[in-house]
């Protein structure tokens, strides 16, 4: 049987600012995740090509070989999961990071905890049942209860009837409790497509949860906008 440092996944931290990449390696081995840290292209390819990693998280911007060549010479012999750095708003980098073969960005500045949703996520779809971090399948919060396996929600014993986007954006803010998810995250996770500053779906369907919840007993304040960031469960 494996042992439980040979089941934790393997993350290649590739990003020429020190801090920012031991700040990110740190973060994720307190998650339980083994990371390697590179500090320039040539040194991030051999090491992608000549060890095994689950996910390689590469900044576009690095001496040497930027990341977009490293993704090039890297998808000519390995299928690697690569999660994309590129600057705040750059499209071109993204529509040319997915075209080269990256599997997601992250745009700069952002929250480590989105960092670490979003490797969860594709570790999920890369991984599947070998990632230790998958979701539970009940969720308690005080007198709130949730049923992911048949979607359903109570709170103090009595049902609340949601819809399955309202369910899965309640599930993702319950489960990350206390913690601010972005509108961009939560887009491209609850209703799977890019954030739109114009489009008020999610704004609608965080005020139907909410109402629904409030009718069933909970403290309204439990579902919080944070204006400019996101929402939050308290």
């Not at 961009?184 to 949860?209: A, G, I, K, N, T």
């Amino acid at each position: 049987m494996a042992s439980d440092a040979q089941r934790r996944p393997r993350i290649l931290v590739v990003e020429d600012d020190r801090t920012l990449n031991g700040q990110i390696a740190g973060l994720l081995e307190g998650k339980g995740y083994q990371t390697h840290q590179c500090y320039e292209g040539e040194s991030a390819l051999i090491f992608a090509l000549s060890r095994r990693f689950d996910l390689i998280l590469l900044d576009v911007l690095l001496p040497k070989l930027d990341g977009f060549e490293v993704l090039n010479r890297l998808r000519k012999t390995r299928q690697t999961p690569v999660m994309m750095l590129t600057a705040c708003g750059a499209e071109e980098e993204r529509v040319l990071g997915y075209r080269r073969g990256a599997d997601d960005y992250v745009p700069k500045p952002f929250g480590f905890t989105e960092l670490v949703l979003r490797i969860e996520a594709l570790l999920r779809r890369t991984l599947g049942s070998t990632d230790q971090r998958a979701d539970p399948e009940v969720l308690c919060v005080g007198l709130l209860r949730l049923h992911r396996g048949i979607q359903a929600v109570d709170h103090d014993g009595d049902a609340i009837t949601l819809t399955p986007i309202q369910f899965r954006l309640l599930w993702s803010l319950v489960l990350h409790q206390g913690e601010v998810l972005s509108k961009p995250y939560l887009y491209q996770l609850v209703l799977e497509r890019e954030f739109s500053r114009y489009d008020r779906s999610l704004d609608m369907h965080l005020s139907r949860v909410r109402r629904k919840l409030v009718a069933a007993g909970m403290a309204a304040d439990r579902l919080q906008t944070v204006h400019g960031k996101g929402y939050c469960f308290q």
